[in-house]
């Protein structure tokens, strides 16, 4: 009676230890590992500092740079600068810049 009982608390402890390891697929090719892929990530949107315009010449001054409509920042391609925002597109959208938040811009 003793020996069936250690018997089944070995069985029971080995199936525990199985479960702690990491299981392996039996099928699996010798010396074959997976390749980790990493998502690429969008490019930060730029930052709005200026808008200026002087007749029909506007330009908009971007992560302390200078660009004009049209030109790229980090990817993100300049599409329409206007009073008070510019429109940027990265691949399929479309983001708008603005200089202030809506805090900022409506003060009560």
Do not use: W
Not at 25 to 30: A, Y
Not at 39 to 65: C, F, M, T, V
Request: net charge positive; with cysteine.
């Amino acid at each position: 009676m003793v020996k069936y009982i250690f018997l089944c608390c070995l069985i029971i402890s080995f199936n525990t230890l199985a479960g702690v390891e990491s299981l392996t697929d039996p099928t699996r090719p010798l010396n074959y590992h997976t390749k980790s892929v990493k998502k690429a990530a969008r490019a930060a949107l730029p930052r709005l500092q200026s808008i200026l315009i002087e007749g029909d010449s506007r330009s908009a001054i971007l992560n302390n740079k200078l660009y004009k409509t049209g030109q790229r920042v980090n990817g993100y391609q300049i599409t329409r600068i206007a009073k008070d925002s510019v429109s940027v597109r990265y691949k399929a959208k479309s983001y708008k810049l603005t200089l202030y938040t809506e805090q900022e811009r409506f003060i009560n």
